[in-house]
C-alpha cells in the first residue's frame, strides 16, 4: 500500500492512498466540508439515501466477487425508510464490501474508491465535487510526469552505456575483413547476451510472443529491469575486455541479473511498507 498523500481543496486537507493501483479518498475529509466536527455524522446521513445504497451497492457488484448480495438487497429495501440508519463499518461487515474502507490510526477514518468518492462529493456540494476533482487530476498528472521522468532518465543511462558495451564489441570482438552482415549479427548477438541474462529471451523471441506490441523488448522493461541492464552493459564491456568468452559471460550475466533484481525489487518492497 503506497504512503498517504495529500490535497487541498477549497481549504479542506484531504488524505488518500492508492492500493494495487487503484484510488482511495478518505471521506471523513470530504465531509468536513460541510461540517468540521460532525463529519461521520454527515456520513452517516448521506448513507441513509435509497440512492446512496443503490450506488454503493452497484459498484460492489461489479467490482467485488465476494461482494454479499443477499444482505445488500435487505439493507436496499429498508433504505430510505424514517428508522434507517446505515454506519460505513456496518455496511463493510455486512456486505463484505470492499469500495468503502474504515481505516485507524494517524490518518484513520473512512475512505472510499475515488468512484464512490466523487459521488459523495456530489451529493454535498457540485462545487466542492469540481474542485475536488481538479486537484485529484493535477495529482495524478504530476505523478504521472514524475514516472515518465524517471522511465525517461533510465532510459537514457542504458542507451548510453549501450554506447560504451558496442565499442567493446567492436574493439575486442570483431575480427579484421568481416562483411556489414556478418559485423551486425554479431551486434545483435552480443544484444542478445544482455536479453537473455535478463529477460530470458532475445528479441526475435520477444517479437514473436508480443506481435501487436511497439518497440522492442527494452521499450517494455521496467524501471527496475532498465536499471540492471545498465549495469549489465557496463559489466558486458569489461568481460569482452578481459576475453571472457560469450558462455562464460552469458552466465555470468544471468547470476547478476537475478542477484540486482531482487535486490531492488526488495528494497521497493520495504519502501512501500514504511
Given at each position: 500500500?503506497?504512503?498517504?498523500?495529500?490535497?487541498?481543496?477549497?481549504?479542506?486537507?484531504?488524505?488518500?492512498?492508492?492500493?494495487?493501483?487503484?484510488?482511495?479518498?478518505?471521506?471523513?475529509?470530504?465531509?468536513?466540508?460541510?461540517?468540521?466536527?460532525?463529519?461521520?455524522?454527515?456520513?452517516?446521513?448521506?448513507?441513509?439515501?435509497?440512492?446512496?445504497?443503490?450506488?454503493?451497492?452497484?459498484?460492489?457488484?461489479?467490482?467485488?466477487?465476494?461482494?454479499?448480495?443477499?444482505?445488500?438487497?435487505?439493507?436496499?429495501?429498508?433504505?430510505?425508510?424514517?428508522?434507517?440508519?446505515?454506519?460505513?463499518?456496518?455496511?463493510?461487515?455486512?456486505?463484505?464490501?470492499?469500495?468503502?474502507?474504515?481505516?485507524?490510526?494517524?490518518?484513520?477514518?473512512?475512505?472510499?474508491?475515488?468512484?464512490?468518492?466523487?459521488?459523495?462529493?456530489?451529493?454535498?456540494?457540485?462545487?466542492?465535487?469540481?474542485?475536488l476533482i481538479k486537484e485529484f487530476q493535477r495529482l495524478k498528472e504530476e505523478e504521472n510526469s514524475s514516472k515518465?521522468?524517471?522511465?525517461?532518465?533510465?532510459?537514457?543511462?542504458?542507451?548510453?552505456?549501450?554506447?560504451?558495451?558496442?565499442?567493446?564489441?567492436?574493439?575486442?570482438?570483431?575480427?579484421?575483413?568481416?562483411?556489414?552482415?556478418?559485423?551486425?549479427?554479431?551486434?545483435?548477438?552480443?544484444?542478445?547476451?544482455?536479453?537473455?541474462?535478463?529477460?530470458?529471451?532475445?528479441?526475435?523471441?520477444?517479437?514473436?510472443?508480443?506481435?501487436?506490441?511497439?518497440?522492442?523488448?527494452?521499450?517494455?522493461?521496467?524501471?527496475?529491469?532498465?536499471?540492471?541492464?545498465?549495469?549489465?552493459?557496463?559489466?558486458?564491456?569489461?568481460?569482452?575486455?578481459?576475453?571472457?568468452?560469450?558462455?562464460?559471460?552469458?552466465?555470468?550475466?544471468?547470476?547478476?541479473?537475478?542477484?540486482?533484481?531482487?535486490?531492488?525489487?526488495?528494497?521497493?518492497?520495504?519502501?512501500?511498507?514504511?
Amino acid at each position: 500500500m503506497a504512503k498517504n498523500k495529500k490535497i487541498n481543496v477549497q481549504g479542506i486537507d484531504i488524505v488518500l492512498y492508492e492500493d494495487n493501483k487503484e484510488d482511495f479518498i478518505s471521506l471523513t475529509d470530504i465531509a468536513r466540508h460541510r461540517d468540521e466536527e460532525r463529519s461521520d455524522y454527515i456520513l452517516q446521513n448521506w448513507m441513509r439515501n435509497r440512492s446512496t445504497i443503490e450506488f454503493i451497492g452497484l459498484w460492489e457488484k461489479f467490482n467485488n466477487p465476494n461482494f454479499n448480495s443477499i444482505e445488500f438487497d435487505g439493507i436496499k429495501n429498508i433504505a430510505g425508510s424514517n428508522s434507517f440508519s446505515l454506519t460505513p463499518k456496518r455496511w463493510i461487515e455486512t456486505t463484505n464490501a470492499i469500495g468503502i474502507i474504515s481505516k485507524t490510526g494517524r490518518y484513520g477514518g473512512t475512505f472510499a474508491h475515488k468512484d464512490i468518492a466523487f459521488e459523495f462529493a456530489t451529493w454535498l456540494s457540485a462545487e466542492f465535487k469540481f474542485y475536488l476533482i481538479k486537484e485529484f487530476q493535477r495529482l495524478k498528472e504530476e505523478e504521472n510526469s514524475s514516472k515518465k521522468l524517471e522511465w525517461n532518465l533510465q532510459r537514457t543511462i542504458s542507451k548510453i552505456n549501450y554506447r560504451i558495451h558496442t565499442d567493446a564489441i567492436k574493439e575486442n570482438l570483431i575480427p579484421i575483413s568481416l562483411t556489414v552482415n556478418q559485423k551486425n549479427f554479431i551486434y545483435a548477438d552480443e544484444a542478445d547476451i544482455l536479453n537473455v541474462a535478463l529477460f530470458g529471451k532475445t528479441a526475435k523471441e520477444w517479437r514473436t510472443e508480443n506481435p501487436n506490441e511497439k518497440g522492442n523488448i527494452r521499450d517494455t522493461a521496467t524501471i527496475e529491469q532498465l536499471v540492471v541492464l545498465s549495469n549489465l552493459e557496463s559489466i558486458n564491456a569489461m568481460l569482452i575486455q578481459q576475453e571472457i568468452t560469450q558462455q562464460e559471460r552469458l552466465i555470468k550475466l544471468n547470476e547478476i541479473a537475478i542477484s540486482q533484481m531482487k535486490s531492488l525489487i526488495n528494497t521497493n518492497a520495504l519502501g512501500k511498507l514504511k
